[in-house]
């Protein structure tokens, strides 16, 4: 079985430029997560979808940050504008309903410079 | 509010010794606890979980977890480790299935040859 892939593994980018993370879940998982790692910080939670419906977005900073799960498969986080404290590694993760636990990607390093 | 403290953010051992992390929630209910490891350019992968049940749990690469509930703890630990076990990890809590994970801010080994 294939795992959570994440693309691109890092991306460096300017200041005021868009980037757009892209996670794609294990097949048949219907539950898809969002999380940030801060340089030094904790993991955070940013969001949940269920199939193609956000369930819980309480953790998104603000509204530069856009997430969209196409047809409940894979999904998309959009940064637009990036800021500097933007920065940090972003996690995807998936679960089956009903699953306690998730299964996570290898992240995508993002770098605002 | 919710938390999880890895009060260790850097640990070293020599291979071959014993190692502990700890780990500390703050809920208001037991929550359902997991300890993550990230190796360099992978994803977090799943160590072990506690739901209920024996308060002493093993899981991969023979690692093993105790929880106190008096303690509000729950500790990692390995008798003996490997160069191998060289790794960032993460203890983190959720109240329910499908939920949002809260992470500690991890703990980095280092093992000495």
């Known amino acids: 079985e294939a795992g959570v892939t994440q693309f691109p593994s890092h991306s460096v980018i300017e200041k005021g430029q868009t980037v757009t993370l892209r996670c794609d879940p294990i097949s048949g998982h219907d539950n898809l997560y969002w999380y940030r790692r801060v340089m030094g910080k904790e993991i955070k939670f940013l969001l949940h979808?269920?199939?193609?419906?956000?369930?819980?977005e309480s953790g998104m900073p603000n509204n530069r940050f856009l997430a969209e799960r196409t047809g409940g498969t894979y999904s998309t986080l959009k940064v637009q504008p990036a800021e500097l404290e933007d920065s940090g590694v972003y996690f995807c993760?998936?679960?089956?309903?009903?699953?306690?636990?998730?299964?996570f990607g290898a992240g995508t390093r993002l770098s605002v410079l | 509010a919710q938390s999880v403290t890895q009060p260790d953010i850097h640990i070293t051992v020599s291979e071959g010794a014993s190692l502990e992390l700890r780990c500390n929630y703050s809920?208001?209910?037991?929550?359902?606890l997991f300890w993550y490891v990230q190796s360099p350019g992978q994803g977090l992968q799943l160590l072990l979980k506690y739901f209920s049940g024996d308060t002493l749990v093993q899981g991969i690469k023979g690692f093993e977890a105790e929880f106190k509930r008096s303690q509000s703890s729950f500790n990692l630990r390995k008798p003996s480790v490997h160069w191998s076990d060289a790794a960032e990890y993460f203890c983190a809590a959720t109240t329910g299935t499908a939920s949002k994970l809260t992470f500690g801010t991890g703990t980095r080994l280092q093992v000495t040859l």
């Open positions: 993760a998936s679960s089956q309903s009903g699953r306690w636990y998730s299964h």
């Open positions: 809920y208001g209910a037991t929550p359902y």
């Open positions: 979808f269920v199939k193609e419906s956000k369930q819980d």
